[in-house]
């Protein structure tokens, strides 16, 4: 690929790691849409902290 990339005829390639890519496109918006947005819950283990009898 990089060997690829090296000769190319066209003008200057940079080769970018996906997981940075993708970091800087949601960083930055762009070329992506939010969709939807969840709530993240967490278990109240102090509500359940009674113990039975």
Do not use: S
């Amino acid at each position: 690929m990089k060997e690829t990339a090296k000769n190319d005829q066209h003008g200057k390639i940079v080769l970018i790691d996906v997981l940075v890519l993708t970091a800087r496109m949601l960083r930055c918006g762009v070329a992506v849409n939010k969709t939807r947005k969840f709530a993240l819950f967490e278990v109240d283990e102090d509500y359940f902290d009674t113990e039975l009898q």
